[in-house]
Nanobody, 127 residues
Framework: QVQLVESGGGLVQAGGSLRLSCTAS????????MGWFRQAPGKEREFVAA????????YYASSVKGRFTISRDNAENTVYLQMNSLKPEDTAVYYC????????????????????WGQGTQLTVSS
């Protein structure tokens, strides 16, 4: 049974930093891309960042590029999202997801193309 468990959310002031973690279990994820998405109240779930588990290629939404960094620890089966220079508009529930994609890089960003999801962790950025 595949499980993705996020942690690390919380309340932070604007300009601050936080790191989210996503621990994956239940299968081998070497052929997967791991992504972070977020969903603010009343808005659709949106792509934030993703990483190809095997090679470590990364890509980001333009709204977070330069502020967020996605990385993975193969030994711990964990994906991280380091978030710096946080803004109030970053406030959302953040979800970890896994996507099996054998096509060209980068893979699709649509949430519907991801196969597994975590339960989400709340990030609130105060102004």
């Amino acid at each position: 049974q595949v499980q993705l468990v996020e942690s690390g959310g919380g309340l932070v002031q604007a300009g601050g930093s936080l790191r989210l973690s996503c621990t994956a279990s239940g299968r081998t994820f070497s052929s997967y891309h791991m992504g972070w998405f977020r969903q603010a109240p009343g808005k659709e779930r949106e792509f934030v960042a993703a990483i190809r588990w095997s090679a470590g290629n990364t890509y980001y939404a333009s709204s977070v590029k330069g502020r967020f960094t996605i990385s993975r620890d193969n030994a711990e089966n964990t994906v991280y999202l380091q978030m710096n220079s946080l803004k109030p508009e970053d406030t959302a529930v953040y979800y970890c997801a896994a996507q099996q994609w054998g096509g060209s890089f980068p893979p699709p960003r649509s949430p519907s193309t991801y196969d597994y999801w975590g339960q989400g962790t709340q990030l609130t950025v105060s102004s």
